[in-house]
């Protein structure tokens, strides 16, 4: 299990944040979402988490508990990570070696190439050296640096952190 530095908080979003749910694991953050929980089953899983909503109702629940809880505001997930990085202190980098799955938050590791040969698009398989695979064994998703690549070096890059 790779663990994250202690400076480095967990996250758990409600069901409307998928798309920044998915920039979060990119970016190393485990990151708890689910477009089908329910505001009480996420109090239940909060713990030190840090809760990201955009509901208000919600959000006072949450601290009335005791847990941590921020709306990340609205409009494009580059607005949204930037709130965050002001108000959390984060930031983000770019390290595939330290991404979490986009689809189910576990750590992907680099494996050698052919150990991923058909099941990547041909295309891809040819153009890229590097791919990294989710270390769930239910999952096993593939990733590599492909096009959308080019947009989070530019997000990377607006949010000032890509040094
Ligand atoms: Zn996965």
Not at 3 to 12: A, D, E, L, S
Not at 71 to 98: A, C, I, Y
Not at 106 to 112: E, I, K, N
């Amino acid at each position: 299990m790779i663990q994250n530095p202690p400076t480095q908080p967990r996250f758990i979003l409600d069901g409307m944040l998928g798309s920044l749910a998915r920039w979060l694991r990119l970016f190393g953050y485990d990151t708890l979402y689910s477009d089908t929980q329910s505001d009480d089953e996420i109090l239940d899983l909060i713990q030190d988490r840090v809760l990201l909503t955009r509901d208000i109702e919600l959000i006072a629940r949450a601290r009335a508990q005791g847990f941590k809880a921020l709306n990340p505001g609205e409009g494009s997930v580059e607005t949204m990570l930037e709130s965050l990085q002001d108000k959390l202190g984060v930031r983000f980098t770019e390290d595939p070696n330290r991404s979490r799955c986009s689809q189910c938050n576990t750590p992907v590791r680099l494996v050698p190439k052919e150990e991923v040969e058909g099941d990547v698009p041909e295309g891809s398989f040819k153009r890229h050296h590097k791919f990294w695979r989710c270390t769930n064994p239910a999952c096993q998703k593939v990733y590599w640096q492909g096009r959308h690549w080019i947009r989070i070096r530019r997000i990377l890059n607006q949010l000032g952190s890509n040094s």
